[in-house]
């Protein structure tokens, strides 16, 4: 017999006897089952209690790709608590030993960092502290005046979509020194500025005029408080508009976008509402201008 044909012989011989061992095997019985949805059931709880279930992506059928983080609504109550834990003096000053530096140098932060923050650059918005974090927890993006212009929101689309963390904030402060040397100079009170600042400042602008015409009797530099804020509420209607991944995250409810001021006299943070936010995404959702995924 040709070796060849050994081998076809061979082969059928083993599929079925293969067969034949699959079909004697013994089935398994109701009490079986049950115990296999129980550990199951006991499996997928402990999950879920950590946040961590695959079941959160908000559209059915779709792997959501921030399951293996908290819920954004857990990150921002993480969020909070730190910062309450700043204010209070009550600093637990986590995941800053060698242990999680050696992490550091062996695993990736997309398993770790649960928020991405983009602030301002100033001395006085120490990001980690305020927020009581450490190593790999928080993705931060520092430019002045917290701006969202394209290398920012670049910055952005890398923190949610592959450090997959499930919070933006978008954290402006008080006494902003870019914001209030845009508003001088549209006051006509400011001085000479170096070459590169003011494109870097320029996406400022638009907030300060709006805040000045939707606050007509507050005059002069009393404005700037409004001005910090609505500069916060401009940065995400930039990142909404030019940012398709941004959008579709928040729209699926995968991540959340959040506004906030940090007080440099208190260390204090005050959240702006949440439903702006979605306000926002909305009137961009419905702008034909607003940038498009581009189809590969």
């Known amino acids: 017999m040709k070796r060849s044909t050994?081998?076809?012989?061979?082969?059928?011989?083993?599929?079925?006897?293969?067969?034949?061992?699959?079909?004697?095997?013994?089935?398994?019985?109701?009490?079986?089952a049950a115990n296999q949805a129980e550990k199951h059931g006991a499996e997928k709880a402990a999950v879920q209690a950590k946040g961590h279930a695959p079941e959160h992506?908000?559209?059915?059928?779709?792997?959501?790709?921030?399951?293996?983080k908290p819920l954004p609504d857990e990150a921002i109550a993480?969020?909070?608590?730190?910062?309450?834990?700043?204010?209070?003096?009550?600093?637990?000053?986590?995941?800053?030993?060698?242990?999680?530096?050696?992490?550091?140098g062996s695993e990736n932060q997309g398993d770790h960092a649960y928020a991405t923050v983009i602030t301002c650059s100033d001395s006085r918005?120490?990001?980690?502290?305020?927020?009581?974090?450490?190593?790999?927890?928080?993705?931060?993006?520092?430019?002045?005046?917290?701006?969202?212009?394209?290398?920012?929101?670049?910055?952005?689309?890398?923190?949610?979509?592959?450090?997959?963390t499930p919070v933006l904030v978008v954290l402006g402060h008080t006494q902003c020194g870019a914001v209030t040397a845009v508003t001088h100079a549209i006051l006509g009170t400011g001085h000479?500025?170096?070459r590169n600042i003011p494109p870097l400042v320029d996406n400022i602008e638009p907030a300060v005029r709006k805040a000045m015409a939707d606050n007509p009797g507050i005059k002069g530099t009393a404005i700037i408080p409004?001005?910090?804020?609505?500069?916060?509420?401009h940065g995400i209607e930039e990142l909404f508009m030019e940012s398709p991944s941004t959008r579709e995250f928040v729209s699926k409810g995968y991540a959340k976008v959040l506004g906030a001021v940090y007080d440099v006299g208190t260390g204090e943070i005050s959240?702006?509402?949440?439903?702006?936010t979605l306000e926002i995404l909305k009137k961009?959702?419905?702008?034909?201008?607003?940038?498009?995924?581009?189809?590969h």
């Open 6 to 32: 050994i081998l076809v012989v061979a082969c059928y011989v083993a599929s079925v006897l293969f067969l034949i061992s699959a079909f004697n095997e013994t089935p398994v019985n109701s009490e079986q």
């Open 57 to 68: 992506a908000a559209v059915a059928g779709e792997v959501n790709p921030f399951a293996a």
């Open 78 to 104: 993480m969020l909070k608590q730190g910062n309450q834990n700043f204010v209070d003096g009550k600093l637990t000053h986590p995941h800053l030993d060698a242990a999680r530096l050696k992490q550091a």
């Open 125 to 164: 918005v120490p990001v980690e502290a305020i927020f009581d974090a450490g190593i790999m927890d928080i993705f931060v993006i520092r430019v002045a005046g917290n701006v969202c212009d394209v290398d920012e929101r670049g910055s952005i689309e890398y923190g949610l979509a592959h450090v997959n």
């Open 192 to 194: 000479p500025l170096e």
């Open 226 to 233: 409004q001005a910090i804020e609505e500069n916060i509420w």
């Open 271 to 276: 959240w702006l509402p949440e439903t702006k």
């Open 284 to 295: 961009v959702e419905a702008d034909s201008s607003k940038a498009v995924a581009e189809k």
